[in-house]
T-cell receptor, first 112, second 115 residues
Framework: QKEVEQDPGPLSVPEGAIVSLNCTYS??????FMWYRQYSRKGPELLMYTYSSGNKEDGRFTAQVDKSSKYISLFIRDSQPSDSATYLCAMSGVAGGFKTIFGAGTRLFVKA | GAVVSQHPSWVICKSGTSVKIECRSLDFQATTMFWYRQFPKQSLMLMATSNEGSKATYEQGVEKDKFLINHASLTLSTLTVTSAHPEDSSFYIC???WGVGTEAFFGQGTRLTVV
């Protein structure tokens, strides 16, 4: 079993839709949770960074962490064609010396 | 967010030569830098972790003599691909963070093509 599971997609939605992306993980020692967006042939860009359980909102993006279920989500409201990219979840914690572990990434296509 | 600059963004080299890739944190001091390799349509594969002033820690299966990593200062880490071969062609990305548990910021990536 991988430490972090993420459906690679692709996920295709119409413009304006609410997008839900999620990851599950197995290591309860993870404390820090991140979402990155990666456009083709570019380095990942940090979107959200959260510590422990709870919600965090930034503009059209909302990150949720449920440590009891070992489940994290990223919601994108009013999705735009420019949101088309690969979204990577990532997490780190005491176990593994705070090495960041990435999910496989979900490819998202937002159709105009 | 913080800025990490990676150079060059792309490079083509002949088989058997060595290539150096630089990763700089421009507006913060990076105590730890990470080097990744990414194949098309795949996720990031961690190659090594480097802490300033100490030897890099390589992931299992990564040849340390092939991929030389130097982290001589708090703002600069380099990855040298020695005696490159076509199978080393890939997208290499660095990331940097200023402290344990803090978020990591990525460079733009370097596309290496070995011919």
């Amino acid at each position: 079993q991988k430490e972090v599971e993420q459906d690679p997609g692709p996920l295709s939605v119409p413009e304006g839709a609410i997008v839900s992306l999620n990851c599950t993980y197995s290591n309860s020692a993870f404390q820090y949770f991140m979402w990155y967006r990666q456009y083709s042939r570019k380095g990942p860009e940090l979107l959200m960074y959260t510590y422990s359980s709870g919600n965090k909102e930034d503009g059209r993006f909302t990150a949720q962490v449920d440590k009891s279920s070992k489940y994290i989500s990223l919601f994108i409201r009013d999705s735009q064609p420019s949101d088309s990219a690969t979204y990577l979840c990532a997490m780190s914690g005491v176990a593994g010396g705070f090495k960041t572990i990435f999910g496989a990434g979900t490819r998202l296509f937002v159709k105009a | 967010g913080a800025v990490v600059s990676q150079h060059p963004s792309w490079v083509i080299c002949k088989s058997g030569t060595s290539v150096k890739i630089e990763c700089r944190s421009l507006d913060f001091q990076a105590t730890t830098m990470f080097w990744y390799r990414q194949f098309p349509k795949q996720s990031l594969m961690l190659m090594a972790t480097s802490n300033e002033g100490s030897k890099a820690t390589y992931e299992q299966g990564v040849e340390k003599d092939k991929f030389l990593i130097n982290h001589a200062s708090l703002t600069l880490s380099t990855l040298t691909v020695t005696s490159a071969h076509p199978e080393d062609s890939s997208f290499y990305i660095c990331s940097a963070r200023w402290g344990v548990g803090t978020e990591a910021f990525f460079g733009q990536g370097t596309r290496l093509t070995v011919v």
